[in-house]
């Protein structure tokens, strides 16, 4: 890779992690306003009819933008740029179709979904109305295929950039204008802003690639051979695991409110703790590893290229400072959750409740951010199969565990589930990871010391904001995140520093 290549891989890195730091933020923005227009049973009632339509958008758009991505490459590597407008056309009807089907069958059945799956007939307009937008996300995912094999991925980044802004204006405009009073209203407002911002997102998405075909292919065309074999023999796998994983976490989230219902709760109620958790402590503990992800990303091809290489060291080196990284910043979040769990309650939400559930959660968020960065190291290292199989035994031991014992025990019990298949899952990834990579781990040096420094710098700078004059809770949050961050990566970098002349003194 020459120095101007490697120079442009890095400042794309770079953006995209900024973009999905955006977008993280503003989607947590946006949950908190929805939070306060529409209130936790709202909350969980949105988040179902997501879960269902979760599963519509996987069987329309899964898979598609590897295949595109892949025969895209192949193409330009075996200098038949001719054939770019031809194959991207077939991928364009392939997906088009595709998407138009499950959109009919999605508009069909909507109130037989509704009314068994959400248990509320009146949310079936909320169903159709996403579905209208289910082709424009899957032409957008396969246009995202061809930008990253043509080195363009910063035109999906504006693309996810205007169609986060023009949902939540267009959302903010609909309550102004129409004060929806009932919750279902409420979500249908929600819906039909998303599904305008899905349709725009395209339109953009669509002239952007009109300029890049001018760009990379030229006035000769020739007809794309094999592009339904591609396609069929990329994506099908792909699509089958992910709807089978898709399945089981739409079933999980569609039996919480449920079986919380034969618990002995009132369906408000039920939907209100399932939109506590899922709608919104679950993002909050989710938004830091919106860092983590990029960068995850990345290690994939630079992993991929040592293992072709046969380079072990590197391989066991980039995997061991990636995992331990990794584990160091869940360890500082989870402290930070721990000790500051109500306080981002309030700042996102203006709820003590959702913040009582990131408290409780504090103690798994170091397993699931090190998921993160473990699945993209074993996808590196063609072990993409053996994650697919952990993850799908996950999701199947969730759905298995909500049924046996949310009836019978309650909220408590689900919380208990996710600690069960969080370490379950990471513990069986770590593995296998530790396994084909020589990585090393010692449980002091990488779990007990940082973890240790993390309570005194999260606690300590708890204490110091409290001195201060921080009424605004965004403020009392950012100043406890970033000076307490601060504290604990000077911290940890003398940790990992006398780790490192510790191996060091031993090799010597």
């Known amino acids: 890779m020459t120095h101007t ?119 079936a307009p909320c169903l159709r109305v996403l579905g209208v937008g289910l082709p424009f996300m899957s032409l957008c995912t396969c246009m995202k295929g061809y930008f990253l094999a043509v080195d363009e991925s910063l035109s999906t980044a504006v693309s996810d950039t205007l169609e986060q ?6 959302t903010v405009v609909l309550f102004w204008r129409f004060a929806p009073e009932s919750i279902e209203a409420a979500c249908m407002a929600a819906m039909a802003a998303s599904t305008l911002g899905e349709a725009v997102s395209f339109l953009a998405s669509w002239a952007s690639y009109r300029r890049s075909l001018k760009r990379h292919t030229p006035a000769r065309r020739e007809k794309s051979q094999g592009v339904l074999h591609g396609l069929s023999h990329i994506a099908l796998p792909c699509t089958l695991s992910s709807a089978a994983r898709s399945l089981l976490n739409t079933g999980e989230n569609l039996l919480i409110p449920r079986e919380l219902q034969g618990f002995g709760l009132g369906y408000s109620a039920a939907l209100s703790q399932y939109g506590l958790l899922q709608g919104m402590a679950m993002p909050m503990l989710y938004f830091p590893s919106s860092f983590l992800a990029s960068f995850a990303s990345l290690l994939i091809p630079k992993v991929a290229k040592e293992r072709e290489l046969d380079h072990k060291k590197a391989v066991a080196y980039i995997s061991g400072k990636a995992v331990r990284s990794a584990l160091a910043y869940g360890l500082f979040f989870a402290a930070l959750f721990m000790a500051c769990g109500e306080d981002w309650g309030l700042a996102f939400y203006r709820s003590e409740s959702a913040g009582a559930y990131l408290r409780v959660l504090s103690p798994i968020v170091p397993l699931i951010y090190l998921d993160v960065v473990v699945d993209s190291l074993l996808k590196g290292l063609d072990e993409q199969l053996n994650s697919m199989k952990y993850n799908f035994a996950d999701s199947f031991l969730r759905v298995t565990l909500v049924l046996l014992l949310l009836r019978r025990l309650g909220m408590e019990s689900y919380v208990g589930i996710l600690f069960f298949s969080t370490i379950f899952n990471a513990a069986l990834s770590l593995h296998r990871l530790m396994k084909v990579s020589c990585l090393r781990l010692s449980l002091w040096w990488h779990v007990a010391l940082p973890l240790l420094w993390a309570v005194c710098s999260t606690a300590g ?48």
Not at 99 to 120: E, K, N, P, R
Not at 165 to 170: R, S, Y
Not at 475 to 489: E, I, N, W
């Open 5 to 123: 290549a490697k120079r442009k891989f890095f400042i794309q890195g770079a953006v995209l992690t900024l973009v999905s730091l955006f977008l993280r933020v503003t989607n947590m923005g946006y949950r908190s306003y929805l939070s306060q227009k529409i209130g936790p049973a709202g909350m969980g009632l949105y988040q179902l009819i997501l879960s269902v339509f979760l599963l519509a958008v996987t069987l329309s758009t899964s898979g598609i933008s590897l295949a595109v991505t892949r025969m895209v490459s192949a193409a330009i590597a075996a200098q038949r740029r001719e054939t770019l407008r031809s194959l991207v056309a077939r991928c364009f009807a392939f997906c088009l179709a595709l998407s138009l089907g499950i959109a009919v069958c999605l508009f069909l059945f909507a109130d037989f979904a509704a009314a068994t799956f959400l248990g509320d007939p009146q949310a």
């Open 461 to 508: 700078w708890r204490w110091a904001a409290g001195l201060l004059p921080l009424g605004n809770p965004f403020l009392r949050v950012g100043v406890q995140a970033l000076c307490g961050g601060a504290a604990f990566a000077l911290g940890y970098r003398m940790i990992a520093r006398a780790w490192e002349y510790r191996l060091g003194s031993k090799k010597g």
């Open 165 to 170: 802004l023009l949902t939540i204006g267009a």
